[in-house]
């Protein structure tokens, strides 16, 4: 499976990495745009990696 079809799509990311950034920040700290879409990106493609799925066909 290549990287790019592991990749979150935009909205999705959009929308998760707003609401991830308001929790850092309720907690006293900030984090960056860039930041939150790096950890979701990154995260999502650490857990398709481990699921025994395929695209469909």
């Not at 499976?1 to 920040?25: F, K």
């Not at 006293?28 to 950890?39: I, N, S, W």
Request: glycine share 4%; aromatic share 2%; net charge neutral.
């Amino acid at each position: 499976m290549s990287p790019s079809s592991t990749r979150p799509g935009r909205a999705w990311l959009e929308e998760r990495a707003e609401r991830l950034i308001e929790m850092v920040n309720d907690r006293g700290m900030t984090m960056t745009d860039q930041a939150a879409h790096q950890l979701l990106t990154e995260r999502v493609q650490a857990v398709a990696e481990r699921m025994p799925t395929t695209r469909p066909t």
